[in-house]
């Protein structure tokens, strides 16, 4: 028998909680006055069409009719009644997605599956009637008056924006990682060493990563400590039972025959586009560290390197600002099996690409240096497009939008920069559990002729669903790993993340896992009370949310960490995303704004893209 936890005190809050905490009571507040005092409701609530009518009106969203739709079915307003708790964490959860396309523009794998999906085959665990994953009609915005409308969103701005500013990492960050677990950042910053060297008008983004936040060079950059973005207010951690005993019971699969695939027809190559992302971030993988390797950018540094000599060995003295070909597959950078490094491969061969066609404009009027450094930026910018275009809308809903839009001011946040932090670290280990039996396939070539091979290998493969007891047995000892790191760290439960993100708290463990009945008792066994359950097994046990997409587990669904890492980023903001002499006159900024994986993949791979989806299985041949 499993222990349960005992003996739970809490502590004082951290003040970045605080914040979100008070935020998010004041958007309830502002709530419940525009129900009673616009709409002349007493009880204090909204009616899903007044709902609808609101985020329709100038919320700062923008959200289009069939936005709506697909959105608001997320959420349980069965009853036709919106509290301020959930208005709360719908306007969180939409504050936080990536930007959705424009009416003329909606997806067409939604306009493809919609009909498809009316019955949508979601296995165990299953959604409970009225979560987040049931299919809830809205009522037309029509039916309420427009004045209103506009007058109740005028209202609910200011504490809106004020709200999801204050939602998910903190930067710079209230506390780092050191081998003895998580102090403050000014503590352990003031003995961090001072020959940061970094220029703060580089016209070109470093190697390395530092530099974005002047005060605080080092963070963010290659070897920055890990962050914690919520650490935990509560005493529990000496009571848990050990972590080889919360992996075994909900984390691993028995065995490859209890493999959970996925309800979705969605193939490996999702999973290998995840591991690129994961690697290059540095994140989840087998070796743990205070210190991130890596840098906390999407800045292809699994390409490029990290330092000047690995970016020479990866040029290789080529001339026209080239890189070797094909060089930086095989390199050991990620951990992905055949397929992610076919990806690399295909990013190698598109600097390539750039190169040439920024040479060719240019002509002499750049050298060698900038040609390479330009290609680096465009490439690094498409890059970005495949992760707002491909990589994030599918994984949400199953999208693929034809613009990378613009991020809201309240996505960027005040201060620019990003440090990676466990808890991301924890997010993106859970996608482990999408690897099939059988593994990745780490041992065949992804190079040459090859690449394309190993990409339309992995188009024919289904992947596992992210839950509980799904990820592959190989993996049981980074798994205790990670689970000891979190527990050393003073990483925060799921329902202090939740507060962080906005969310609402999970009331019970029925509740937070759909109803699955076997599982709470599993989960009561360990944890005793829904406030104890740790983030990552948290993460592994909720409900997953139905879609066409990849149906993530409810928080991870709703968690705006992923696009924060480029939200924040000061070299993806709007004006050095159009600065010609950053990136390569107007084809290497035309090239930015227009990439999509598809693309890619049929001019560097040599693969054909069929279906609605470069995710869908058998979509590459």
């Known amino acids: 028998e499993i222990p349960r936890v005992t003996g739970v005190q809490t502590c004082a809050l951290p003040i970045s909680t605080m914040a979100a905490a008070a935020s998010r009571i004041e958007l309830a507040l502002c709530f419940e006055d525009v129900a009673k005092n616009i709409f002349g409701n007493a009880d204090g609530t909204m009616t ?9 009106a100038d919320t700062g969203l923008g959200l289009q009719q069939w936005e709506l739709k697909m959105f608001l079915a997320e959420f349980d307003l069965s009853d036709n009644k919106v509290t301020a708790d959930k208005f709360c964490s719908i306007y969180s959860y939409l504050a936080s997605r990536p930007p959705t396309p424009a009416a003329k523009d909606a997806p067409a794998v939604l306009a493809a599956k919609a009909a498809a999906t009316a019955e949508p085959a979601v296995a165990a665990p299953a959604a409970a009637e009225g979560a ?15 004045t209103l409308a506009k007058k109740a969103s005028e209202k609910l701005a200011g504490p809106a924006a004020a709200a999801a500013a204050s939602m998910g990492a903190v930067f710079p960050p209230d506390f780092l990682l050191d081998p003895a677990g998580a102090i403050p950042a000014e503590k352990l910053l003031a003995n961090f060493p001072e020959d940061v060297i970094f220029d703060p008008d580089a016209k070109f983004r470093p190697l390395d990563g530092v530099g974005q936040y002047p005060k605080m060079p080092a963070l963010g950059g290659s070897n920055a400590p890990f962050s914690i ?41 999702l999973l290998a586009f995840g591991k690129l992302i994961s690697a290059d971030l540095g994140l989840g993988g087998d070796e743990f560290s205070a210190n991130n390797a890596m840098s906390s950018y999407l800045d292809l540094q699994v390409v490029y390197g990290t330092n000047a000599g690995e970016c020479d060995d990866v040029r290789g003295g080529e001339p026209g600002g080239k890189i070797l070909a094909d060089a930086a597959a095989a390199r050991g950078r990620v951990q992905g099996g055949a397929a992610t490094e076919a990806l690399l491969t295909v990013f190698s061969r598109n600097h390539n690409a750039l190169a040439d066609a920024i040479k060719s404009e240019l002509k002499d009027a750049v050298d060698d240096e900038a040609v390479f450094q330009m290609a680096r930026h465009a490439n690094i910018g498409a890059y970005r497009s495949v992760f707002l275009k491909d990589f994030l809308p599918y994984l ?5 939008t034809p613009d990378a839009m613009p991020i809201s001011d309240v996505a960027r946040g005040e201060v620019r920069g990003v440090n990676g932090c466990v808890e991301m670290d924890l997010l993106m280990r859970a996608f482990n559990a999408m690897e099939p039996p059988g593994g990745l396939n780490e041992n065949a070539e992804a190079t040459g002729e090859d690449c394309g091979k190993s990409l339309v290998d992995a188009s024919k493969k289904r992947i596992g669903w992210v839950t509980r007891c799904n990820l592959p047995g190989r993996l049981h000892p980074e798994e205790v790993a990670a689970v000891k790191r979190a527990r050393a760290s003073g990483v925060c439960t799921l329902n202090e993340f939740r507060a962080q993100l906005g969310l609402a ?10 109803g699955e009945t076997e599982l709470c008792v599993k989960l009561t066994q360990i944890y005793g009370d829904v406030d104890n359950c740790e983030l990552y097994t948290g993460l592994l046990c909720e409900y997953n949310v139905g879609n066409v997409g990849a149906m993530m587990p409810a928080t991870a669904h709703s968690c705006s ?34 990439a999509n994986l598809a693309s890619l993949l049929e001019k560097h791979a040599g693969v054909k893209v069929g279906g609605v989806s470069v995710f869908e299985i058998g979509a590459l041949e």
């Open 396 to 400: 949400a809903a199953g999208q693929h």
């Open 229 to 269: 973005c919520v650490k935990s207010a509560r005493e529990y951690l000496r009571d848990l039972p050990p972590a080889r005993d919360v992996v075994h019971a909900l984390h691993m699969r028995p065995n490859d025959d209890a493999f959970v695939p996925h309800p979705n027809d969605i193939s490996l190559v």
């Open 48 to 56: 899903r069409a007044q709902l609808a009518a609101i985020l329709a």
């Open 561 to 594: 960490l992923p696009l924060n890492v480029v939200a924040a980023d000061k070299w993806f903001q709007d004006d050095v995303l159009r600065d010609e002499s950053v990136m390569g006159g107007a084809v290497g900024v035309k090239h930015a704004e227009e």
């Open 132 to 146: 987040e994953g049931a299919d809830t009609a809205v009522p037309a915005a029509q039916t309420v008056d427009p």
């Open 505 to 514: 708290a999970w009331e019970s463990f029925e509740e937070m896992t759909g």
